[in-house]
C-alpha cells in the first residue's frame, strides 16, 4: 500500500456527509495523532459543528489549538543574513597548536568535534533567492568538549565599516528603502551607494563586493574568515594574534554576472539545493582551516592597523598554516528547529581563544545576544537543541520564559552553606581551569583616556582596495568595473556616481576610468584622501582566477537529449562524467518515456523550460540530426546553448547537433569539443571567450 491518503465522503446516521480519510501509515498507538496534551484525534479533517450545515463550535479544542499553534509559527527573521542554510558536520584537527592555544578543540591532531554551519546572504528576506551579488555569511558553531566557540565569519575577509556604531547605518542603507520596501536582497539601488560613496572606509570591501566572490557558483566554493583578528593563548599566558581563513576543497569557482541574473529566474533555491543534494548524495562539503599566527612586534610593523576590520594581512607576509578540516556530512532533520533557530554569538568563545580590541568585534559582542532574545522569544534560547553546549552546563541563573531545565534543590546562589548540610550546594567556580581573559592590550593606544576617536592608520582607506585590484587577472578586473558600472546605473542619485569614482581614483587610475567611461559620466576630481595610500605587494590569494581547480568534481553537467538520441553516446557520456565525479542530469523537451536510437527508452532528469543551461557548470548537446532539425524552432533550445556560451561554459556537441549551435551563435573555440575531448573541457570555464561576447568595463 502507498503512503497517500484516500478521501471518501460518508453518510452519517443522520444523513449527513463526513469527509473520511483512509490511511496507509501505522495504527499502532505511537502512530495515533494527539494535540499536545497527549489527546489522541479521532478526525483530522472536520471542525466541530452543530448540523452538518450548522456553526463551528467554539468548544473545538482539536481545531482551536491546531489553528492557534500555525498562528504562531513565525518568528522574527534575523535583521541581517535572514535567507540562509545549514547543515551538520565536524571539525578534526590535523595539526595540534598546543603549544600556543589551549583551547581543547586544537589540541589533539585525529580529533573531531561535531559543528553547525549555516551559509546566508545579508541583505535579503527569510524567503529571497540565493544569487543576488551579496557578501555570503559562513557562521560555524564549534560544539567543544570545553564549551561552545561560535566563529561568525563572512566569505570576504574584511568588512564595510570599522565601527559598531556605524553598523546600523550600513544595514538600513543596503536593504530596501524605507519608503518604497524595495528592492529585496541587493546593493544596486540609490541608499546604499549614497552611504558607501560617503564613507571611504567601505572602498577595500566594495573592491570584494563588485568582484565575482559575491556570485559564487556554489556555497561548496566559497571561502571563510574570521575577519577580525583574534587570540591564541598558550598555558603560559602568551598571547598571539590568530587569523582564521576557511579554503574549499574544491577551490574557489563563481558565476558570471548575467548567469547569477538568471539564476534568480531559474531557481530561488540554486545554493540551498545545491548544499543539500550534495550532502544528501555523499559528496561532503569539505574545507581546511588556515590560521594566520603572529605577534605583537608582527603587528607592530605593518604599516595597517590590525585591529582594523577593513584591513587583511596578506598570506606573502604571515603564511597560511594549515590545521584542520572541516566536512559536512548531515543534512538537517527539521530546518526551522536547526537552521532558523541555531544562534550564533561571536562573543561565545572557550578557554585558549580571546577577542580584542578591533571595536567592530567589541560591538558584535553585544548585538548577537541581545538579538537572539529578540527573535527567539527568551533568555533561555541557549536550551534549544542546536545551541545547547554538548558538554557539562550548570549554574544558578533561573527562570524565564520557556525554562526547559528542572533545577533541584534551594541552592539558586553562591555563596551558599547547603552543601555543608547534607544538601547539594551546587556548582563552585574554579580559578584554575575556568575562562581567564588576556590581561590587556599590549600595543600602542590599546589604554588611555576616554575618548570617541579612530586609531591613526585606519585612515587609510584605499592601500588595501589598491592591493585587491593589483593582484586581479585581467578578466576579474573587467569584472569588477563592470560590476561598479551596473551597481551605479541603478542609482539615480545623480551626485552618487561621481563621489563613488572620485574615491575610486584614490584606488587605481584605470579603474576609475573604466567607471566613468561604463557609466558615460566626465572623471571626477579625485577624492582628498584621509591618509595617502601606500603600494603594497600583490598577493595571489586574493584572486579567484588563480584559486580555481579544473576538475569536474562537485560540479553538474545538463545533457539534452531528443527522440532518438544515440543511446550508446548518452551512456558513455553519463559514465565518463559520473567517473570525474560529476553529476550528469538528462534535459529532454518531454520527461518521461523518450525512445532511444536503439529502442530503448530514457527518462530525462529535467524537462527544458525548468532545466535551463545557468543550472549547470557545463553543457553537453546530445542531438540526432532529425532531432536537431526540431530543435531548431524551440526557442528554450536556441537560448540552453546560446546562454551555456554565453556563461564561458564548456559545449559538448554531436556533429549533427552543429546547426543549433551555429543558430545560438556559438564560435568554436577550445571549449566548444566533440565527445572525445569533453571532459577535460568541462573541467573549466572560458573566461577568453568573454570580451568578445558582451560589453566590459
Ligand atoms: Fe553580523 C548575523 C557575520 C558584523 C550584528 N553576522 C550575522 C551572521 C553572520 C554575520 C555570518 C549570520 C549568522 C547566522 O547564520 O545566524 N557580522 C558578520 C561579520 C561581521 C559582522 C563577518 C564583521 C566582521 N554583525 C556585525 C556587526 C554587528 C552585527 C558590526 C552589530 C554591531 N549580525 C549582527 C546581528 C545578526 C548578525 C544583528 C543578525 C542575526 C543574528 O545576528 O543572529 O546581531
Not at 479533517?45 to 468548544?59: C, D
Not at 566569505?155 to 546600523?168: E, G, L, R, S, T
Not at 602568551?238 to 569557482?253: D, E, M, R, Y
Not at 603564511?319 to 532558523?340: K, Q, S
Request: aromatic share 8%; hydrophobic share 40%.
Amino acid at each position: 500500500m502507498d503512503d497517500s491518503a484516500k478521501f471518501d465522503t460518508v453518510k452519517g446516521q443522520g444523513g449527513e456527509t463526513h469527509q473520511q480519510v483512509h490511511h496507509s501509515g501505522p495504527h499502532t498507538p505511537e502512530g495515533h495523532l494527539t494535540t499536545n496534551q497527549g489527546i489522541r484525534v479521532s478526525d483530522n479533517q472536520n471542525s466541530l459543528k452543530s448540523g452538518a450545515r450548522g456553526p463551528t463550535l467554539l468548544e473545538d479544542f482539536v481545531l482551536r489549538e491546531k489553528i492557534f499553534h500555525f498562528d504562531h509559527e513565525r518568528i522574527p527573521e534575523r535583521i541581517v543574513h535572514a535567507r540562509g542554510s545549514g547543515a551538520h558536520g565536524y571539525f578534526e584537527m590535523t595539526d595540534s597548536l598546543a603549544d600556543i592555544t589551549t583551547a581543547d578543540l586544537f589540541q589533539r591532531a585525529g580529533e573531531r568535534v561535531p559543528v553547525f554551519v549555516r551559509f546566508s546572504t545579508v541583505a535579503g528576506g527569510a524567503g529571497s533567492v540565493d544569487t543576488p551579488r551579496d557578501v555570503r555569511g559562513f557562521a560555524v558553531k564549534f560544539y567543544t568538549k570545553e564549551g561552545n566557540w561560535d566563529l561568525v565569519g563572512n566569505n570576504i575577509p574584511v568588512f564595510f565599516i570599522q565601527d559598531a556604531m556605524k553598523f546600523p547605518d550600513l544595514v538600513h542603507a543596503v536593504k530596501m528603502e524605507a519608503d518604497r520596501a524595495y528592492p529585496q536582497a541587493g546593493s544596486a539601488h540609490d541608499t546604499f551607494w549614497d552611504f558607501a560613496s560617503l564613507m571611504p572606509e567601505t572602498t577595500h570591501m566594495l573592491m570584494w563586493a563588485m568582484s565575482d566572490r559575491t556570485i559564487p557558483r556554489s556555497l561548496r566554493t566559497i571561502e571563510g574568515f574570521g575577519v577580525h583578528t583574534f587570540r591564541f593563548v598558550s598555558a603560559e599566558g602568551k598571547s598571539t594574534f590568530v587569523k582564521f581563513h576557511w579554503k574549499p576543497k574544491l577551490g574557489l569557482q563563481s558565476t558570471v554576472w548575467d548567469e547569477a541574473l538568471k539564476l534568480q529566474a531559474a531557481d530561488n533555491d540554486f545554493h540551498r539545493r545545491d548544499l543539500y543534494e550534495a550532502i544528501d548524495s555523499g559528496a561532503f562539503p569539505e574545507w581546511e582551516l588556515g590560521v594566520q599566527l603572529f605577534d605583537q612586534a608582527l603587528a607592530d610593523s605593518l604599516p595597517y592597523d590590525v585591529l582594523d576590520a577593513t584591513k587583511i594581512i596578506p598570506e606573502e607576509v604571515v603564511p597560511l598554516r594549515i590545521v584542520g578540516r572541516l566536512v559536512l556530512d548531515r543534512n538537517p532533520d527539521n530546518f526551522f528547529a536547526e537552521v532558523e533557530q541555531v544562534a550564533y554569538c561571536p562573543a561565545n568563545i572557550v578557554l585558549g581563544i580571546d577577542f580584542t580590541n578591533d571595536p567592530l568585534l567589541q560591538g558584535r559582542l553585544f548585538s548577537y545576544l541581545d538579538t537572539q532574545k529578540s527573535r527567539l522569544g527568551t533568555a533561555n534560547f541557549h536550551q534549544l537543541p542546536i545551541n545547547a553546549p554538548k558538554c557539562p552546563m550548570r549554574n544558578f541563573q533561573r527562570d524565564g520564559q520557556m525554562q526547559m531545565a528542572v533545577p533541584k534543590g534551594r541552592a539558586n546562589y553562591e555563596p551558599n552553606s547547603l552543601g555543608a548540610h547534607g544538601e547539594e550546594g551546587g556548582p563552585r567556580e574554579c580559578p584554575v581551569t575556568g575562562f581567564t581573559s588576556f590581561a590587556a592590550g599590549e600595543g600602542k593606544d590599546e589604554q588611555g583616556d576616554k575618548l570617541r576617536v579612530r586609531a591613526e592608520l585606519f585612515a587609510d582607506h584605499y592601500s588595501q582596495a589598491r592591493l585587491f585590484w593589483k593582484s586581479q587577472t585581467d578578466a576579474e578586473r573587467a569584472h569588477i568595473a563592470s560590476s561598479f558600472v551596473f551597481e551605479l546605473s541603478k542609482v539615480g542619485l545623480k551626485m552618487v556616481a561621481p563621489r563613488m569614482v572620485a574615491n575610486l581614483r584614490n584606488v587605481d587610475e584605470d579603474l576609475a576610468a573604466r567607471v566613468a567611461s561604463g557609466l558615460g559620466i566626465d572623471l571626477p576630481e579625485k577624492a582628498p584622501a584621509a591618509r595617502a595610500p601606500i603600494d603594497i605587494a600583490p598577493s595571489d590569494a586574493l584572486s579567484i582566477h588563480k584559486n580555481m581547480k579544473a576538475t569536474l568534481e562537485g560540479r553538474k553537467v545538463g545533457i539534452l537529449i531528443c527522440k532518438d538520441t544515440d543511446a550508446g553516446a548518452l551512456k558513455t557520456l553519463k559514465a565518463d562524467i559520473e567517473a570525474a565525479g560529476g553529476t550528469p542530469f538528462i534535459v529532454g523537451v518531454q520527461i518521461h518515456g523518450i525512445p532511444l536510437s536503439d529502442g530503448t527508452k530514457a527518462d530525462a532528469d529535467g524537462q527544458l523550460l525548468g532545466s535551463p543551461s545557468q543550472l549547470f557548470d557545463a553543457v553537453f548537446v546530445l542531438l540526432s540530426e532529425a532531432g536537431t532539425q526540431r530543435h531548431l524552432k524551440e526557442a528554450a533550445s536556441i537560448e540552453w546553448v546560446m546562454n551555456a556560451f554565453g556563461h564561458l561554459k564548456a559545449i559538448g556537441h554531436t556533429k549533427e547537433s552543429h546547426p543549433l549551435l551555429e543558430k545560438a551563435g556559438v564560435v568554436h573555440d577550445e571549449g566548444v569539443v566533440l565527445a572525445d575531448e569533453f571532459i577535460a573541457a568541462a573541467c573549466k570555464r572560458y573566461y577568453e571567450r568573454e570580451p568578445s561576447l558582451r560589453t566590459l568595463a
